[in-house]
């Protein structure tokens, strides 16, 4: 009885934690650091990405991402993007081989 009762208490508290959220990761390639532009629809923000580091961004429903390659490209979920501070070397969607 008392693992039933610590199996629910488990599922409620996932239940009320929701969906994992979906971050987007931002992969610096090159040597220097270099800066991105993350637009989320109703706002904005910049980072910057150290040579050789990533960062993660929420992008629950889809973003925007500018960087060095010069032009927004269209994220989401779990997309994982590379530069090496010139242009977009690749985008990995969840699901392919990394």
């Known amino acids: ?7 629910a208490a488990a599922a409620f508290a996932l239940a009320l934690a929701g969906p ?3 971050a987007v990761t ?6 220097g650091e270099f800066t991105i532009g ?3 629809g109703n706002s904005e923000k910049i980072e910057t990405i ?3 580091k990533e960062v993660k961004v929420d992008c629950p429903e889809g973003c925007g ?3 060095p ?7 989401k979920g779990d997309d994982v993007i590379s530069s090496n501070g010139q242009s977009l070397i690749s985008v ?3 699901g392919e081989k990394k």
């Open 65 to 67: 991402i500018t960087g």
């Open 26 to 31: 931002v992969k610096n390639t090159s040597a």
């Open 50 to 52: 150290a040579a050789g």
């Open 1 to 7: 009885m008392k693992f039933l009762t610590a199996a």
């Open 92 to 94: 990995q969607e969840p």
């Open 69 to 75: 390659w010069g032009f927004s490209w269209k994220v």
């Open 38 to 40: 993350v637009d989320l």
């Open 20 to 22: 994992a959220a979906a």
